[in-house]
């Protein structure tokens, strides 16, 4: 009636401390919701039914950067709204990740002036860049699973 019973001759499973954590990490992101234009509309249909980013481990965007592993940056960010961005990403526990969504986003798209950021690199790091304006939810899901095969190669000397 044990587990012996339930597994049969499997035998026995190994794997090391790295494997398990970085499965852990990618199974349970929280994305915080940051949605600051058009892109934000498609980044909420990858949340719906017809594509259910639930399926990866991301229940709900959170709207609380201390809630949250994973910011998704969705649309233009203005110079006014740059050091917002900063603090939030700041608030944030570690290990934190950042996914640029869309053109404005990821090279400031077709607003070539001085009151938008050309590329929000310029004010977080960036882990993943999601093309198109906006890009279809299927990107965004594209985006999340490279992200996930980072996260997989990641080692314990990274962690400190």
Known sequence: ???ESK???MGVITTTLENVVNWGRTRAM???LFGLACCAIEMMSAQASNYDMSRFGMELMRPSPRQSD???VAGR???KMAPVLRRLYDQMPDP???VSMGDCASCGG???NYAIVQGVDE?????VYVAGCPPRPEALIHGIMTLHEKVKGESIKEWA
């Open 1 to 3: 009636m044990g587990i």
């Open 7 to 9: 597994l049969g001759n």
């Open 30 to 32: 929280w994305p915080m």
């Open 70 to 72: 994973l910011m998704i």
């Open 77 to 79: 960010v203005s110079r």
């Open 96 to 98: 934190k990740w950042v």
């Open 110 to 112: 077709v607003f070539n």
């Open 123 to 127: 004010v977080v790091p960036v882990d």
